[in-house]
T-cell receptor, first 114, second 115 residues
Framework: DSGVTQTPKHLITATGQRVTLRCSPR?????VYWYQQSLDQGLQFLIQ???????AKGNILERFSAQQFPDLHSELNLSSLELGDSALYFC?????????????FGPGTRLTVL | AQSVAQPEDQVNVAEGNPLTVKCTYS??????LFWYVQYPNRGLQFLLK??????LVKGSYGFEAEFNKSQTSFHLKKPSALVSDSALYFC?????????????FGSGTRLSIRP
């Protein structure tokens, strides 16, 4: 168990809908990262938050947004969903402020868009 | 632009034999390099990392990796493979200049150990 929790575990929805994925980092970790893993794209970095502020941005679509709250949990919002958004979404956390710190991954949320 | 290449989609090894999973990288500045493993239906788990110092890094489950700056490589190795090592392995790189630098993961290598 990495100490990172993600809910829900599975999500099935329809095209055009909006969903929210939730992540709680390990105790003491200030950085939260979001990744998308699909069969044809591998693991794609989406966005990083550090202590409530956006820190780095990867290949995140404009239809997607994220935030980190004062209690350090994070939410990833996906809107106007398309079939191609079906994927595993992982959250990870790491110790404060250092680029060399390893990340601890949650179990993921499997999103299926029908 | 920074990038990571894992040239082999799949590596097949017999149990007890040594294994190597290859990773090469391109990054401006000094790299922080990581290996992660993913078992079926699980999140990624950290195996080992190179930050600075000794080029040979030892990690979890008997794995090690060698940083080679001239060849820009960070290959993952294990002297004697176990069937339980069968999983998906990811190499990742991050420039060291900032904790806001982007992390890039390789495409993954599926390791299959046959009994």
């Amino acid at each position: 168990d990495s100490g990172v929790t993600q809910t829900p575990k599975h999500l099935i929805t329809a095209t055009g809908q909006r969903v929210t994925l939730r992540c709680s980092p390990r105790s003491g970790d200030l950085s939260v990262y979001w990744y998308q893993q699909s069969l044809d794209q591998g693991l794609q970095f989406l966005i990083q938050y550090y202590n409530g502020e956006e820190r780095a941005k990867g290949n995140i679509l404009e239809r997607f947004s994220a935030q980190q709250f004062p209690d350090l949990h994070s939410e990833l919002n996906l809107s106007s969903l398309e079939l191609g958004d079906s994927a595993l979404y992982f959250c990870a956390s790491s110790a404060p402020g250092l680029a060399g710190e390893e990340q601890f991954f949650g179990p993921g949320t499997r999103l299926t868009v029908l | 632009a920074q990038s990571v290449a894992q040239p082999e989609d799949q590596v097949n090894v017999a149990e007890g034999n040594p294994l190597t999973v290859k990773c090469t990288y391109s990054v401006s500045g000094n790299p922080y390099l990581f290996w992660y493993v993913q078992y079926p239906n699980r999140g990624l788990q950290f195996l080992l990392k190179y930050i600075t110092g000794d080029n040979l890094v030892k990690g979890s489950y008997g794995f090690e990796a060698e940083f080679n700056k001239s060849q820009t490589s960070f290959h993952l190795k294990k002297p004697s493979a176990l069937v339980s090592d069968s999983a998906l392995y990811f190499c990742a790189v991050r420039p060291d200049y900032s904790s806001a630098s982007k992390i890039i993961f390789g495409s993954g290598t599926r390791l299959s150990i046959r009994p």
